[in-house]
Each structure stands twice: as C-alpha cells, then as structure tokens.
C-alpha cells in the first residue's frame, strides 16, 4: 500500500494499478482473507453468493489502491490431465462456468473493480503448463467457437472491462508458419 501510495503521489497522471487475485488479494499478499478456488466455488448453486465474493474482493482491492483483478478465470476445465487450469476454473460445464464467472465479474465491477476474464480463448483442454511451454489446442474452429469461447462472449455481452489473451497455439485458428 505504501509502494502504491508514493507512486500515485509520484505520477502526473493517476496510475491503474492490477493485481492477479483470482482468490482476492491474498493471491500476492499474505496476512489477507483469502477465498476459495474457483473450482470450489464451482458447485455453489447460488450466484449471489459468489457476486458478494466479487464485492469482498472488490473491497481490498480499493483498500489497497488496486483498480484492475486479473480475475475471473472463464475458462473450462473439460480436460483433467490439465496442469494449469484445474482448480481455478469454475467447471466443465460451460453454461455453470459462464453464470459464476459472470456473477465475480458483476460483483466487482459494481464495487468499482475493473474485471479482467482469462485465458482467451480458452485454456481448460491442454495437458501441457502454459508458463513452462506452449500449449496446442487442436480443435477445430467451429468446437472452440461453441465451446471454449462460450463464457468469454457471455462476459464480453455483460460488459466485462478486459479480455486477458492466453499463449496457445491454436492451428484452426492460426495457420501461420513458426
């Protein structure tokens, strides 16, 4: 807080100030209230519990100067042997996914936390951690178009403030040479 409260002063410009909190702000900073995974979350029937979520999230944020959560995670986990995804996914059913995603989402920008969905265009079907190599999705277009990307145009038509683009290599979509 210090660190965001001198830069702030520092800059002629107010800064934007993002944190990944996917599970709030106890994510990056310990001695914080820190909430479930995403894939716990995700058998919760009831969205307005997982919108107060957002709004808790949305309140540390703004006590700690933080504008932007790199959260939520939309993507869906319909692949098990997924070493990055897993847990932080709300499920593999992608209508569940989109309802919850989009209650986080709703809960913190009404709280007045620019919300950020990932991993577009969608990260749940690889088998390989996209921080240690470059996954492929071989699907075709019209199965990641039903699919994958079902709750990123379900957040993109509520109004979700940005879209994070996740390193992948997806051939029908890409076809140019490496």
Not at 16 to 40: K, N, T, V, Y
Not at 153 to 178: E, F, R, W, Y
Request: aromatic share 6%; charged share 20%.
């Amino acid at each position: 807080v210090r660190l965001i409260n001198h830069y702030q002063s520092s800059a002629k410009t107010p800064l934007m100030i993002a944190l990944d909190a996917e599970w709030g702000p106890a994510m990056r900073i310990d001695s914080l209230m820190r909430f479930p995974w995403q894939m716990s979350l995700g058998a919760i029937q009831d969205e307005k519990l997982i919108y107060q979520m957002g709004e808790q999230i949305a309140h540390q944020c703004r006590l700690l100067g933080i504008n932007i959560n790199f959260a939520p995670v939309a993507d869906i986990n319909s692949n098990p042997k997924n070493p990055i995804i897993g847990n932080r996914s709300f499920g593999e059913d992608k209508a569940q996914v989109s309802k919850l995603a989009a209650a986080y989402m709703n809960g913190m920008q009404d709280n007045g936390i620019l919300a950020c969905a990932k991993h577009f265009p969608g990260h749940g079907d690889t088998d390989t951690d996209s921080h240690k190599a470059l996954p492929i999705i071989n699907h075709s277009r019209a199965r990641i178009d039903s699919f994958e990307l079902y709750p990123f145009k379900q957040l993109i038509n509520q109004g979700v403030a940005s879209v994070m683009v996740a390193h992948l290599n997806i051939p029908s979509l890409d076809t140019v040479d490496k």
